[in-house]
């Protein structure tokens, strides 16, 4: 089983940074992707920022040239780095890895980490 630790999240005004951190615990498994979502109450989860395993990244346009994700190079930790932060950025932010093995994709999901972007 694999499990994923998200840290980071917190308290920020707007125009502020933040920076959020997602653990993996160590897998023989390949990593397909890994990333970051979103969700505030009453609405879906939104994809924020994936980065492949070939290192391509995509972001969702409310946070293009504010947000970057990056990873470390044994692909087990993943980063979330958020500037210029917006009151709309308010939200539980979920990391997740999508892991291949035996042919198939398996998504993992960490536990979740508050951000509030306060005016």
């Known amino acids: 089983q694999v499990q994923l630790v998200e840290s980071g999240g917190g308290l920020v005004q707007a125009g502020g940074s933040l920076r959020l951190s997602c653990a993996a615990s160590?897998?023989?498994?390949?990593?397909?992707?890994m990333g970051w979502y979103r969700q505030v109450p009453g609405k879906q989860r939104e994809l924020v920022a994936r980065i492949t395993s070939g290192g391509s990244t995509n972001y969702a346009d409310s946070v293009k040239g504010r947000f970057t994700i990056s990873r470390d190079n044994a692909k087990t930790t993943q980063y979330l780095q958020m500037n210029s932060l917006k009151r709309e950025d308010t939200a539980v932010y979920y990391c997740?890895?999508?892991?291949?093995?035996?042919?198939?994709?398996?998504?993992?999901w960490g536990q979740g980490t508050q951000v509030t972007v306060s005016s």
């Open positions: 997740y890895v999508a892991l291949i093995w035996g042919g198939s994709t398996y998504d993992y």
């Open positions: 160590k897998n023989r498994f390949t990593t397909n992707s």
